[in-house]
């Protein structure tokens, strides 16, 4: 089976860039992380043949606008996502890629929550406990794919299933911190 292929688009506010080099994040590592989840034979079932993808950094006062325009919580969250495959799916020429949508992350909530660790859950499946900014950023975007692709947590049984595939995902995500998880059962649909 050949890989479908994923454009990745990756930025990050100007005024972020003190953060970012602060905590030794690289933009090019989280796209390859990125890319290696997306390549993962359970994601590349739920893909279009040629998809893109936008991923943009932000900071709290940003996501806070977003949150409260879209979510009507005015306050600032670590990850947002804007599906743009929901309902019928877009027929565009050959060649165009299909859109699957936008994922927000706020880099100044995602360094409050990188000082934790890991969150409890993923715990069982990491080889230690090194768990920094990068991480931290790589998972709200894995969290994010997942939701641009149908997945929620709003009810117990979602969680179960989305929380269950960010571990079995990890491995492909983070391979150097990550041990094996059980594979998903994921619903018919």
Sequence with gaps: MSLKIIDISLSAEP?????????????????????????????????????????????????????????????????????????????????????????????????????????PRLQPYLRHQVWGLSEELSFLALHGVLHLLGFDHEEENEAEIMESLEAYLLISLLPKLALPAPQPMLPLS
């Design 15 to 119: 005024q972020l860039g003190d953060i970012l080099s602060e905590y030794k994040v690289h933009l090019k590592t989280l796209k390859l992380r990125l890319e290696r989840v997306l390549n993962h034979t359970l994601i590349q079932a739920y893909l279009p043949k040629h998809t893109e993808l936008c991923v943009t950094l932000l900071d709290d006062a940003g996501i806070q606008v977003l949150n409260r325009d879209y979510r009507g919580k005015n306050k600032p969250t670590d990850v947002l996502s804007f599906a743009l495959l929901e309902g019928e799916m877009l027929s565009l020429p050959d060649g165009i890629p299909i859109p699957l949508g936008d994922i927000m992350i706020s880099v100044q909530t995602a360094v409050k929550q990188s000082v934790r660790g890991a969150l």
